[in-house]
């Protein structure tokens, strides 16, 4: 039992490591600083440029969590302190079931739903021409996928503020309004600094869903309506080719070790933040 | 009315228009899915493998994706209980509260959950190229179990540090060793288990950046470990690429098979967690 929990501990050194070494011989060609800064994408002559990726994966989260933020703030507030019991348990279904759908799902609505949205409709009003596969729609597709995360990790984190601090403040005359927004929300800050990094490592890695709705050009998007080609869709996209080109494998695991490295640094730490709350509260 | 009552109301509404949002989108979700979904479905769908020019409009179904969901599914789960049960139980059982090695295991748990699929899919797709493998079935289920072990160690592990410490002391008490001391934990994380079990069903039947890279794709049904394995999500995704129409509207169709089964498996797991609870002190 011993060695099963340590060797899963050690699974995660093994995977960045192993990715590591895999991405180490593009470095011998180009310098870490130039593969992220350039955008010339022409794998056969080994021109491997990360910005548009990344600039892409950036755009889409920023979009997801900016849409998504606001909403899972006000309804957590509202299922943990306005809410009766039997509407908690509706809206817990609710994000059950919204917690449930499969990235693919999200993908289909996608492309049926917020992409002709968004190209018949709001695209009009802005620029001459929109497909509809843009960076806005990866954003609102991924938006909608982290809501779930996010209210159930702030509702966790607003039950941990101890009962008697909403009493003091109500019992001093403030409304239930003013308590959430002078005590509940200030005491927990952190905690919700903390929640939005981990919806934001998860909105980094979503892949299948993104890939279907942002259009996969790999240039820098310069606007809300352009295309754009997240990091995930393109180590998704190309995996197939990527033996036969040298080098190829190099860049994709290059790619896949980046995320993992953001992703490992976010989790780590918003971990040990929500960790040192809990403590503080119990 | 004073100023501090106003603002009571106004942010009152905003929440409440905040949490219909949340329904608006579940709704709207699924409607769009069946609404389109269902006027390609049929028998053939679920019952038939692809048969020749199936991607180009031909007859036939996605019975493989199915199976092959469904092998996946359960190999992995099993795989992963066997694993993870041992962890929680020395974690909890072994290891005393304070201690620094179960502290690190669980920040390692809680990182390896938030790495995403495609990282587990090309960690994977790595080693088995180093190890000379192809796309397989097995391929699959190991990646897919990599995946779930997190989600099954932290909801487990949830529920049993909620464990009575007087309930250990009296089994020891009546002489039980430590290991002996498992039958009376397992009964009492019974439901923390069919909760994980139903969480990590739901992540390993949608996942496809993970099985993408290892099971492969196939139309036939795989009959051992070592052939690939089609998987629905990547057969709702190869539909939706196609240029044709009518294999298009077979993809929203799959959709709709692969959003049913979702919603079964969580239905059926919510009876379980209850009649599992049962024995819960």
């Known amino acids: 039992m011993f060695s099963i929990t340590v060797f899963s501990v050690l699974l995660v050194v093994l995977i960045g490591l192993g990715l590591y070494l895999k991405s180490v011989p593009i470095f011998e060609h180009n310098s870490f600083w130039h593969l992220i800064t350039s955008s010339e994408w022409r794998p056969g002559n080994n021109q491997f440029g990360f910005l548009p990726f990344i600039a892409g994966t950036l755009w889409i989260t920023l979009i997801a969590v900016i849409l998504a933020l606001p909403i899972a703030l006000l309804s957590a507030l509202f299922l943990t302190e306005f809410s009766k019991s039997y509407l908690k348990k509706w809206v817990f279904t609710a994000l059950d079931i919204l917690a449930g759908i499969p990235s693919v799902v999200y993908g289909v609505w996608g492309t049926l739903f917020i992409v002709p949205w968004i190209s018949e409709k709001l695209a009009p009003h802005f620029v001459e021409y929109s497909t509809g596969y843009t960076v806005l729609a990866g954003g609102i597709v991924l938006g909608v996928m982290i809501l779930p995360l996010l209210i159930s990790l702030f509702v966790e984190i607003f039950s941990a503020v101890p009962r008697e601090f909403r009493d003091a403040s109500l019992s001093l005359g403030a409304t239930k309004w003013q308590t959430s927004k002078h005590v509940i929300l200030r005491k927990t800050f952190p905690g919700i600094l903390a929640a939005v990094a981990l919806a934001l490592s998860r909105a980094f890695g979503e892949t299948i869903a993104v890939l279907m709705v942002c259009g996969n050009l790999p240039m820098v998007p310069h606007s809300l309506f352009d295309s754009c080609y997240p990091l995930p869709a393109l180590i998704a996209n190309n995996y197939g080719e990527m033996l036969s080109v040298p080098l190829y494998e190099s860049a994709l695991m290059l790619a896949a070790f980046l995320l993992f490295i953001v992703v490992f640094i976010f989790n780590a730490s918003s971990r040990a933040v929500i960790y040192r709350i809990e403590r503080k509260f119990k | ?281």
């Open chain 2, 1 to 281: 009315m004073r100023l501090k009552f106003i603002e009571e109301k106004i942010a009152k509404g905003f929440m409440i228009i905040a949490s219909l949002a949340v329904f608006a989108f579940v709704v709207n979700i699924i409607y769009t899915i069946f609404r389109r979904g269902i006027p390609a479905l049929n028998w053939a769908m679920i019952s038939q493998i692809p048969a020749g020019g199936y991607y180009n409009g031909g007859g036939g179904g996605i019975l493989n994706a199915i199976v092959g969901s469904l092998y996946i599914v359960l190999g992995s789960t099993i795989l992963g209980l066997l694993i993870s049960i041992p962890v929680v139980f020395y974690l909890n059982v072994y290891l005393k509260k304070d201690s620094r090695l179960a502290y690190i295991a669980r920040l390692a748990f809680d990182v390896l959950f938030g790495i995403p699929s495609i990282v587990y899919g090309a960690f994977a797709f790595t080693i088995m190229i180093y190890l000379g493998m192809h796309t397989s079935l097995g391929g699959g289920i190991l990646v897919i179990t990599l995946l779930i072990i997190p989600i099954f160690i932290r909801s487990m592990d949830e529920v049993a540090q909620q464990l009575p410490k007087d309930l250990l002391d009296s089994t020891y008490a009546l002489g039980a060793t430590k290991l002996e001391t498992i039958k009376v934990v397992l009964r009492q994380i019974a439901p923390g288990i069919a909760t994980a079990t139903l969480l990590s069903v739901g992540r390993a039947i949608g996942d496809a950046a993970g099985v993408m890279f290892t099971a492969g794709f196939t139309d036939s049904i795989p009959t051992s470990l070592n052939q690939p394995a089609a998987t629905l999500p990547l057969s709702v995704f190869f539909q939706l690429s196609s240029p044709n129409a009518d294999v298009q509207d077979r993809a929203y169709s799959a959709a709709l098979i692969l959003i049913f089964i979702v919603l079964v498996i969580s239905i059926l797991g919510r009876l379980i967690t209850n009649y599992f609870s049962k024995h819960k002190i």
